[in-house]
């Protein structure tokens, strides 16, 4: 897998869903698991990896989590990085900062306007008020269209629409859904359809937790497409130390490279935001028969990977791979 842009997304994990992608036989069937061997472990760890990029940028060299940029005036800033985690982060907090257009451009209680965006472009923004209270709360649904809309460089297409779940100083969540969403950099592109559960819990200037959780995802980066089934995980930035924590769980399919596992960490990542990988942390892949690969972080340069191909505990002797590497086996 190529790095996105020149900020490294290393959620080391699969994971990630949502219902509405494909018809009800895909939502409902599971992919035959892998077996997995001593020769493929890598590739299968590589595969996990790739799939799990596309929803967090959660160490980059700019040296901060793309934790979602909070639009002023008119613009919809997406933030940093092409993480779909960090996209919706940064447009629900931007669209809950704002103040509701005038009644004037209101038609009950729907809310609509358009917004220029500072690279070209534009997103229209839609929000229903359910209980037409004049502000946000809980039930109320906001969609938003983006029809080329480019901001700090990356370009927006497609619809990204919330179900708020929670609204509050502390909290912001909603039920993101992607629909024919593209999000590209001029290197990389992340294509999206279905979504997950989202919840940020802020607290100013000492830590900002991401949860997600949610049933399906189709996702491609860079052509290369992915299901993510059945997920839970977080992702927690500590500014004091400069560092984030994630774990997450979860199963994925790939089938360009004829791959499908369950995943999950069985020891938290922890990356410095300077860095482009993260310098500790281990994940499990597990497929037939209870075959196993083990990804384990050795440095934020350095990786090992060892296999359990009977499923009885007993592990290989690991093999070293440089973080970049491992990203490039499945391209």
């Given at each position: 897998?190529?790095?996105?842009?020149?900020?490294?997304?290393?959620?080391?994990?699969?994971?990630?869903?949502?219902?509405?992608?494909?018809?009800?036989?895909?939502?409902?069937?599971?992919?035959?698991?892998?077996?997995?061997?001593?020769?493929?472990?890598?590739?299968?760890?590589?595969?996990?990896?790739?799939?799990?990029?596309?929803?967090?940028?959660?160490?980059?060299?700019?040296?901060?989590?793309?934790?979602?940029?909070?639009?002023?005036?008119?613009?919809?800033?997406?933030?940093s990085g092409?993480?779909?985690?960090?996209?919706?982060?940064a447009q629900?907090?931007?669209?809950?900062?704002?103040?509701?257009?005038?009644?004037?451009?209101?038609?009950?209680?729907?809310?609509?306007?358009?917004?220029?965006?500072?690279?070209?472009?534009?997103?229209?923004?839609?929000?229903?008020?359910?209980?037409?209270?004049?502000?946000?709360?809980?039930?109320?649904?906001?969609?938003?269209?983006?029809?080329?809309?480019?901001?700090?460089?990356?370009?927006?297409?497609?619809?990204?629409?919330?179900?708020?779940?929670?609204?509050?100083?502390?909290?912001?969540?909603?039920?993101?859904?992607?629909?024919?969403?593209?999000?590209?950099?001029?290197?990389?592109?992340?294509?999206?359809?279905?979504?997950?559960?989202?919840?940020?819990?802020?607290?100013?200037?000492?830590?900002?937790?991401?949860?997600?959780?949610?049933?399906?995802?189709?996702?491609?980066?860079?052509?290369?497409?992915?299901?993510?089934?059945?997920?839970?995980?977080?992702?927690?930035?500590?500014?004091?130390?400069?560092?984030?924590t994630y774990?997450?769980?979860?199963?994925?399919?790939?089938?360009?490279?004829?791959?499908?596992?369950?995943?999950?960490?069985?020891?938290?990542?922890?990356?410095?935001?300077?860095?482009?990988?993260?310098?500790?942390?281990?994940?499990?892949?597990?497929?037939?028969?209870?075959?196993?690969?083990?990804?384990?972080?050795?440095?934020?340069?350095?990786?090992?990977?060892?296999?359990?191909?009977?499923?009885?505990?007993?592990?290989?002797?690991?093999?070293?791979?440089?973080?970049?590497?491992?990203?490039?086996?499945?391209?």
């Amino acid at each position: 897998m190529r790095k996105i842009s020149s900020l490294s997304a290393v959620v080391v994990a699969c994971t990630l869903a949502l219902a509405g992608c494909g018809g009800d036989d895909d939502e409902t069937s599971q992919p035959t698991l892998t077996s997995i061997t001593e020769a493929n472990a890598a590739q299968v760890s590589s595969v996990v990896y790739q799939a799990a990029s596309v929803l967090f940028e959660v160490a980059s060299s700019s040296g901060v989590l793309p934790i979602g940029v909070v639009a002023s005036g008119t613009s919809a800033s997406p933030g940093s990085g092409l993480g779909l985690v960090s996209f919706a982060a940064a447009q629900l907090k931007a669209v809950t900062s704002r103040t509701l257009p005038s009644a004037s451009v209101a038609v009950g209680a729907v809310y609509q306007e358009t917004f220029a965006c500072s690279g070209g472009g534009t997103v229209t923004e839609r929000f229903d008020d359910a209980d037409n209270s004049g502000g946000e709360s809980i039930g109320d649904s906001l969609t938003l269209t983006f029809a080329n809309c480019t901001e700090e460089g990356q370009t927006a297409n497609g619809v990204l629409s919330f179900k708020l779940t929670a609204i509050s100083g502390a909290a912001i969540g909603g039920q993101a859904t992607f629909g024919n969403f593209v999000l590209n950099d001029g290197t990389d592109e992340i294509r999206a359809d279905g979504g997950f559960n989202l919840t940020i819990t802020q607290n100013p200037g000492v830590s900002e937790v991401y949860d997600i959780a949610g049933e399906r995802l189709v996702s491609a980066l860079n052509g290369d497409e992915h299901t993510l089934t059945g997920f839970s995980g977080s992702a927690a930035r500590d500014f004091a130390l400069g560092t984030v924590t994630y774990t997450f769980k979860g199963g994925v399919s790939d089938s360009s490279n004829g791959i499908a596992v369950n995943a999950e960490t069985v020891k938290a990542f922890v990356a410095n935001t300077l860095d482009d990988y993260p310098g500790s942390g281990a994940l499990r892949s597990i497929g037939a028969g209870n075959s196993q690969a083990l990804l384990e972080a050795v440095s934020s340069t350095l990786v090992r990977i060892s296999a359990d191909p009977d499923g009885d505990g007993i592990f290989t002797a690991p093999v070293e791979w440089s973080w970049s590497a491992l990203e490039a086996l499945p391209d």
